[in-house]
């Protein structure tokens, strides 16, 4: 704790943090986190690098805005690294979170357990299934949507994720700001509308997939050998290119698949994820797309 008192002052101040950098900081977090648990004190920029999946001199240039710079031959201590940073994403006391839409999707992230570890505390969940309400889900009973705006006032809520199908997503996302939410993390296949100062962070798990899938299509049409091939002499070929010569060269490129973290939140149309169905299972990625006062491309 003393720790993350000293980081939040050394946070107070200090210039603005790019946003590329602000998403990697949580990844950067996750490892020091895992240091620390195991008891280790120092960690080099090339450690953290690797396991943050990340280039030494990108930690490097990321940490620096935090005013760490570490030590030369020793690295960076774990524990004032974890606190500055921690101070720097706002998490040095817990954070309250209502959800919107306990359908699959909804249910799944109500009921992980991860949120609280780091930091996140779902106190409230909303749905307008009457055969939802009072259903408990990771220790928290399911009110009608009706109840929003008491139980956000009366559980000091900011953060509010909207897990609905895209048609009640805009209509639920200006309730939730007219109740005093200012950041919202949404799961609905449509881009928000909001005033400024609301942050909205959108994620996408179709749109991830068609990502792997166009880098899996590059992979299958690229030589076994790697690389650009070049164009091939069919056997009939001659010199001069006279008949018997090939006139489809295949010609194909090797695309490798991005290092940095992974991103959700691309705009394009996905499952529609609401109260009575959607997407089940896990929930993984870290998520794209902030912008004040609306949603980023």
């Known amino acids: 704790?003393?720790?993350?008192?000293?980081?939040?002052?050394?946070?107070?101040?200090?210039?603005?943090?790019?946003?590329?950098?602000?998403?990697?900081?949580?990844?950067?977090?996750?490892?020091?986190?895992?240091?620390?648990?195991?008891?280790?004190?120092?960690?080099?920029?090339?450690?953290?690098?690797?396991?943050?999946?990340?280039?030494?001199?990108?930690?490097?240039?990321?940490?620096?805005?935090?005013?760490?710079?570490?030590?030369?031959?020793?690295?960076?201590?774990?524990?004032?690294?974890?606190?500055?940073?921690?101070?720097?994403?706002?998490?040095?006391?817990?954070?309250?979170?209502?959800?919107?839409?306990?359908?699959?999707?909804?249910?799944?992230l109500a009921g992980y357990a991860g949120f609280r570890s780091r930091g996140f505390r779902v106190v409230a969940l909303l749905d307008v299934d009457p055969d939802r309400i009072g259903e408990s889900v990771g220790g928290v009973a399911v009110s009608p949507l009706d109840e929003m705006?008491?139980?956000?006032?009366?559980?000091?809520?900011?953060?509010?994720?909207?897990?609905?199908?895209?048609?009640?997503?805009?209509?639920?996302?200006?309730?939730l700001v007219s109740a005093g939410i200012t950041s919202i993390l949404n799961f609905a296949p449509i881009a928000l509308s909001v005033p400024v100062g609301v942050d909205v962070r959108k994620v996408d798990l179709a749109v991830e997939l068609q990502i792997l899938s166009f880098h899996e299509a590059r992979k299958r049409s690229a030589p076994a050998t790697g690389g650009v091939a070049a164009p091939t002499r069919s056997p009939g070929r001659r010199a001069g290119g006279r008949s018997g010569e090939s006139d489809d060269p295949r010609l194909a490129m090797v695309t490798r698949a991005p290092t940095g973290p992974p991103t959700l939140g691309t705009r394009g149309t996905g499952p529609l994820v609401g109260t009575t169905g959607g997407t089940s299972g896990a929930v993984t990625g870290a998520v794209t797309g902030a912008k004040t006062g609306g949603e980023a491309s």
């Open 1 to 108: 704790m003393t720790e993350l008192r000293r980081a939040a002052g050394a946070a107070r101040g200090r210039s603005s943090v790019p946003e590329a950098t602000v998403a990697r900081l949580p990844l950067y977090l996750r490892v020091l986190t895992s240091l620390a648990d195991r008891a280790v004190r120092t960690v080099s920029s090339e450690t953290l690098a690797k396991a943050a999946g990340m280039t030494s001199a990108k930690v490097r240039k990321d940490l620096s805005y935090l005013g760490s710079y570490g030590t030369r031959g020793v690295g960076y201590d774990v524990d004032f690294l974890l606190g500055r940073i921690a101070a720097e994403l706002g998490l040095t006391e817990d954070r309250t979170v209502v959800l919107v839409g306990v359908g699959n999707l909804g249910h799944a």
């Open 149 to 175: 705006e008491a139980l956000v006032e009366r559980n000091q809520v900011t953060i509010g994720v909207i897990c609905t199908p895209a048609a009640a997503a805009q209509a639920v996302c200006d309730r």
